[in-house]
């Protein structure tokens, strides 16, 4: 590297001695003159962004062999809007630097100065680093706008031959130069979310790098995620050194969702490790930002780029889906409806009714109006309101959908009921239903009590139970009665036993003690418009000995 030139022949021995004098003497300055031009282009290949590149060396070679490459190793620093430069390690490959060395490092953006960094090596080392301390004069500098690095080492070792060639000029001397950015990755974020105790957590977070990498490229590459947060500021932040171990905190598969998506993700579970009380909250982020990079070589020809950058948003979690109390109230009413009901009452002694309702538009446009209950509560019960003879009549509405699934059941107008003017309603729409389903026993719906009625007598004991509920619609009951607890247990030994308006079903091992439930059509169910006290066993004890306490 550089240019060699001979100087002439003097003679005469006189001649030939004050040539050399004078050849000392250039040959000395000229090798200052190299020296400082070196050094001087080593300063200004930095400051530049431009190659090493020794020049004006005049009657001399120059030799700049020294590091053959380094590596850079990106970090980041999140911020509310994306991520600055948090450091950067600088690694000799085959070599190392010598003590004394001056190592330089200058990024650069699409405007503005470009930012130098420096640091002196006190020993022999691979690398060297630059925390987010040394960029600290030179402000903020983001990693969207980076678009360039360079790196040079310049070293105090030199060697100055002054003979009548001037012979070699040797520097410690390296340069480097590469884009930061990769353009031909192209990276898409995405999350998934788990509700624990009702609340909703982020589960995962994932990095599809969907051009530009295979899964193997990706290994060995580090991933940050700095979460946005909600006030926004900087929230959590994730990531590591990515691997291929399926049970690595941060790991590459493929295909993750099973989707016959077959490009590599990164995956990142942001619970791993952490307690549930430091889970992050989806509705406490609302968006997250990438930064992935690579170990960047320079002094290859060409030199890869580094960084990838991505962002992503993170919606809040859906409120919870209306949860009406009965299956006569909306769960959904399309904009600009209202929709209403009089006051339920059970109309009958069983399970069947009539609902009657009201639509009305509340603003000043016609409206096209939807409905949308939940069969699976009381008092449909899981009724499918499109089962043949399901709804008995209906008037005023018609069916739209129904998800067996969800239970959920959408209706809306039908004919001159379809759009409603502004301002006004549909009133006496009508549905009744037969053939409901029975629904489960919940003993927490109703309340009950067992006595002996007051004016039995030694031929005629009878007990009474009362059942209650608070509930609007009919339900069940059922109830474990043992008839020792209200007469004593020798007065019932051989006797017969009537039961009136139950089922009564012994219970295996004992012969007081049964199961009741109430008849149908007459007091098999139970409500707050409904409640059943009745006589419901009776027997002959005789000799007055069936009173408790026992004689």
């Known amino acids: 590297m550089g240019v060699r030139l001979l100087a002439g022949r003097g003679v005469g021995g006189g001649r030939r001695a004050r040539g050399a004098r004078a050849r000392t003497a250039r040959g000395a300055a000229a090798a200052f003159l190299v020296l400082l031009a070196v050094g001087s282009t080593v300063s200004a290949s930095a400051a530049t962004l431009g190659g090493a590149a020794p020049d004006g060396l005049g009657a001399a070679s120059a030799s700049n062999a020294r590091t053959p490459a380094v590596t850079l190793e990106w ?35 699409a405007s503005g100065a470009p930012c130098e960094v420096r640091t002196t090596t006190r020993a022999s080392a691979r690398t060297v680093a630059f925390d987010a301390a040394a960029f600290a004069p030179c402000g903020a500098v983001a990693y969207d706008a980076l678009s360039a690095v360079a790196v040079s080492v310049s070293g105090a ?29 192209v990276l898409r974020t995405g999350y998934d979310t788990v509700v624990d105790g009702g609340v909703s ?168 109006w939807t409905v949308t209950f939940d069969t699976s509560l009381p008092p449909l019960w899981g009724l499918d309101p499109t089962a043949a003879g399901a709804l008995s009549s209906s008037w005023g509405f018609q069916t739209l959908a129904y998800d067996r699934s969800t239970h959920l059941w959408t209706i809306g107008g039908i004919d001159q009921n379809a759009v409603i003017p502004a301002g006004q309603s549909v009133s006496g729409m009508q549905y009744c239903v037969e053939h409901v389903p029975e629904p489960p026993v919940d003993p927490s719906h109703y309340r009950w009590s067992a006595a002996v009625v007051p004016d039995s007598s030694d031929w005629n004991v009878q007990l009474r139970i009362a059942i209650t509920s608070d509930r609007v619609w009919n339900e069940p009951w059922r109830v474990t009665v043992d008839l020792a607890d209200y007469v004593c247990p020798a007065s019932l030994v051989g006797k017969s036993i009537t039961f009136d308006r139950v089922h009564a079903t012994p219970v295996p091992g ?24 009745f006589v419901f066993a009776s027997f002959a004890a005789g000799d007055g000995g069936w009173r408790q306490p026992c004689r």
Request: glycine share 10%.
């Open 201 to 368: 957590y982020l589960s995962q977070l994932r990095v599809a790098v969907t051009t530009g990498a295979t899964g193997d490229d990706l290994v060995g590459e580090r991933l940050d995620v700095a979460l946005r947060a909600a006030d926004g500021g900087v929230g959590p932040r994730f990531g590591g050194v990515v691997s291929a171990a399926p049970d690595a905190a941060v790991r590459v598969v493929v295909d993750p969702s099973g989707m016959g998506e077959r490009f590599p993700t990164i995956v990142i579970d942001p619970r791993a490790g952490r307690d549930r009380g430091s889970w992050v909250r989806t509705a406490d982020v609302t968006g997250l930002a990438v930064l992935l990079a690579a170990p960047q070589r320079l002094g290859t020809s060409p030199s890869a780029p580094a960084v990838s950058l991505a962002s992503g948003t993170i919606q809040p979690p859906a409120p919870p889906a209306p949860r009406a109390e009965t299956a006569v109230d909306a769960v959904a009413v399309s904009a600009g409806a209202a929709y209403s009901h009089p006051p339920e009452t059970n109309y009958t002694n069983g399970l069947s009714f009539c609902h009657t309702f009201t639509v009305t538009n509340t603003t000043s446009q016609p409206v096209r």
């Open 75 to 109: 970090q980041g620093a999140p911020t509310a809007s994306g991520w600055t430069v948090g450091g950067v390690t600088v690694r000799a490959e085959d070599s190392t630097f010598a003590a004394g060395d001056v190592v330089k490092l200058t990024a650069a953006g």
């Open 157 to 185: 070792r030199a060697a100055v031959t002054t003979a009548s060639s001037m012979g070699p000029v040797s520097t410690a001397l390296s340069s480097f130069m590469g884009a930061v950015r990769n353009g031909d990755r």
């Open 510 to 533: 004992s012969t007081t003690r049964f199961v009741l439930t109430g008849t149908t059509g007459d007091t098999r169910y139970v409500s707050a418009s409904h409640p059943r006290d």
